[in-house]
């Protein structure tokens, strides 16, 4: 059982240029977020879906965009990468009517 | 939301009970106690939530004080893969606190040989 996938796992852009991370879960579960992680900090709110087809903006949305077009797939998306952007990158997913979130193992990505 | 206070750091040794407090004075009365923690470059892991009560669990034990406005997760007996920055994060249950989940600096726990 797999659980939740990221990929990539590290990526190094340049200013400017535009990635997809795609986040995938094998669980059925209705719920995924993603976060990102920066040096000595904790975990911040970027999106979240609540169901196939839904998102909502979490605490840090700007210059992010995500969509949930199948329930086991989330994918965060970079217009316009920016070295504000560097940062490490979890997704997790959570089943309804349960408390705990599942982690992916994350996405190291450097823009340069 | 509620603010928390944890130390940035503990220590402590194998196979020795570890006792992380959480300080939450600003909790509501509706708000459950979420602890996760965070091993080494990897993402974090569901440990124990609780409400009111003393809840336990295969990973920890989970204590609230009366007033609620502490907890202390307890790991029975410590091991070196216990090794981890511990997240106490109190918020609404359900739907609306999932989506709430903040993550502080929480406490970086080690555990020596």
């Known amino acids: 059982n797999a659980g939740v996938t990221q990929t990539p796992k590290f990526r190094v852009l340049k200013t400017g240029q535009s990635m997809t991370l795609l986040c995938a879960q094998d669980m059925n579960h209705e719920y995924m977020y993603w976060y990102r992680q920066d040096p000595g900090m904790g975990l911040r709110l970027i999106h979240y879906?609540?169901?196939?087809?839904?998102?909502a903006k979490g605490e840090v949305p700007d210059g992010y965009n995500v969509s949930r077009l199948k329930k086991q797939n989330f994918l965060l998306g970079l217009e316009s990468a920016a070295p504000s952007q560097t940062s490490v990158y979890f997704c997790?997913?959570?089943?309804?009517?349960?408390?705990?979130?599942?982690f992916g193992e994350g996405s190291r990505l450097t823009v340069l | 939301d509620a603010k928390t206070t944890q130390p940035n750091s503990m220590e402590s040794n194998e196979e020795e009970p570890v006792h992380l407090p959480c300080n939450h004075s600003?909790?509501?009365?509706?708000?459950?106690i979420h602890w996760y923690r965070q091993l080494p470059s990897q993402g974090p892991e569901y440990v124990i939530h609780g409400l009111t009560s003393n809840v336990n669990n295969r990973m920890a034990s989970l204590a609230i004080a009366e007033d609620r406005k502490s907890s202390t997760l307890i790991l029975h007996r410590a091991t070196l893969r216990d090794a981890a920055v511990y997240y106490c994060?109190?918020?609404?249950?359900?739907?609306?606190?999932?989506?709430?989940?903040?993550f502080g600096q929480g406490t970086r726990l080690t555990i020596n040989p």
């Open positions: 879906s609540v169901g196939e087809g839904t998102t």
């Open positions: 997790a997913s959570r089943a309804s009517g349960r408390i705990g979130l599942f």
């Open positions: 600003t909790i509501s009365g509706t708000d459950y």
């Open positions: 994060i109190p918020t609404e249950g359900g739907i609306q606190g999932a989506q709430k989940l903040v």
